[in-house]
């Protein structure tokens, strides 16, 4: 088992949907977790990041954990296509310890 | 120009080849780390470096091998490539104690045939 798991997807949704990624990861000493945006042929790019539980806003995107469960999540409000990429989850249990990668969802939003 | 740059972007090379794979960096960064991506499988870390005399072996290590030739250049050799080596692969900087700050390069597409 995988010490985090993401749905590979695709996603495909419409444009102005509400999406929803997620991460779940089985280290309860995971405390600091982010989210990556990858599109085709580029390299990751940090998109949000959080400590510990609970809800992070940063303009149509939230972060939110649930330590309790180990469970992460992406939500997009009114997406659009410029949103279609590979969403990749990521954590670590301390600031300078090494990045554990999900697999990596891949999202559609189609106009 | 990019923070990070790769070169080459795209490789096709023959089984038993010995490749290299270059990454600089004008971050400044003291950390490089190198990751092949598949697809499902996510990134794995092949080998990192935390300084210029510093270098670690990550997960998938074997058939590699990395010379960190100054704190903002950061190779990535194939001593004998075969096919299960084809991958996509990522070299990453980041500031020693800044959790948030990997900064990626855009990728080596390597094919081995």
């Known amino acids: 088992q995988k010490e985090v798991e993401q749905d590979p997807g695709p996603l495909s949704v419409p444009e102005g949907a509400i999406v929803s990624l997620n991460c779940t990861y089985s280290n309860s000493a995971f405390q600091y977790f982010m989210w990556y945006r990858q599109y085709s042929r580029k390299g990751p790019e940090l998109l949000m990041y959080t400590y510990s539980s609970g809800n992070k806003e940063d303009g149509r995107f939230t972060a939110q954990v649930d330590k309790s469960s180990k469970y992460i999540s992406l939500f997009i409000r009114d997406s659009q296509p410029s949103d279609s990429a590979t969403y990749l989850c990521a954590m670590s249990a301390n600031a300078g310890n090494m990045l554990t990668f999900g697999g990596g969802t891949r999202l559609m939003v189609k106009p | 120009d990019a923070d990070v740059t790769q070169t080459p972007r795209n490789r096709i090379t023959k089984t038993g080849k010995r490749i290299m794979l270059e990454c600089s960096q004008t971050k400044g960064h003291d950390r490089m780390y190198w990751y092949r991506q598949d697809p499902g499988l996510g990134l794995r870390l092949i080998y990192y470096s935390f300084d210029v005399k510093d270098i670690n072996k990550g997960e998938i290590s074997d058939g590699y091998s990395v010379s960190r030739q100054a704190q903002a250049k950061f190779s990535l050799s194939l001593e004998s490539a075969i096919p299960n080596q084809t991958a996509l692969y990522f070299c990453?900087?980041?500031?020693?104690?800044?959790?948030?700050?990997?900064?990626f390069g855009s990728g080596t597409r390597l094919t081995v045939v």
């Open positions: 990453a900087t980041s500031d020693s104690g800044v959790l948030w700050g990997y900064t």
